[in-house]
């Protein structure tokens, strides 16, 4: 059992940055690919980044790729994910999730666990 409790989230100015975290709980916690993925409104949830055990690997939505940076601390139990140059289009109800498989996996239902989410909403 994995419960993934996300922060970070908050209102801020196209252009700027923000830094989401995601606080896992388990003994096994490093053995987990991890993600992040998004709701915006009227929108599906879709795949943001993930990384692999052990951190070996990483995959980006194209949307993101060369903005986001995700990463992780097994000793702290935690994956963070650094958004930088925000746009309109990145306001989204932001998730933490969880996969029980080696590989990075852009594909929700490969995630087992996920968490209550953090609000990410970008102004102009």
């Known amino acids: 059992q994995v419960q993934l409790v996300e922060s970070g989230g908050g209102l801020v100015q196209a252009g700027g940055s923000l830094r989401l975290s995601c606080a896992a709980s388990g003994r096994t916690f490093s053995m987990y690919t991890m993600g992040w993925f998004r709701r915006a409104p009227g929108k599906e949830r879709e795949f943001v980044a993930g990384?692999?055990?052990?951190?070996?690997?990483?995959l980006y939505a194209d949307s993101v790729k060369g903005r986001f940076t995700i990463s992780r601390d097994d000793a702290k139990n935690t994956i963070d994910l650094e958004m930088n140059s925000l746009k309109l289009e990145d306001t989204a109800l932001y998730y933490c999730a969880a996969a029980n498989i080696i590989a990075v996996s852009s594909t929700s239902g490969d995630y087992s666990y996920w968490g209550q989410g953090t609000q990410v909403t970008v102004s102009s």
């Open positions: 990384i692999s055990w052990q951190g070996g690997r990483t």
